[in-house]
């Protein structure tokens, strides 16, 4: 699981995916850490076909450039 304070890459957050996934079968909502990038984001949401409604994403208000995700699949 990674930090709050940890930044992730695409590559990371798919490598994380996976883990999930082998973990887990049913469909439920997953940690799925801070990134820089909405394009890393987006990459990682695609890897693990999230659908509409599955993706939660909030940019920081304070401008500190994390964007905390949790992803549903």
């Given amino acids: 699981m990674p930090r709050a304070d940890q930044v992730l890459t695409a590559q990371e957050g798919i490598k994380l995916a996976n883990a999930c996934t082998t973990k887990k079968s049913d469909p439920s909502w997953h940690?799925?850490?801070?990134y820089g990038s909405v394009y890393d984001v987006v990459n990682v949401a695609n890897s693990r076909g999230v659908g509409v409604g599955g993706l939660v994403t909030i940019p920081n208000a304070s401008g500190g450039g994390l964007i905390p995700t949790f992803m549903y699949y």
Avoid: A, D, T
């Fill in 31 to 34: 940690w799925m850490g801070n």
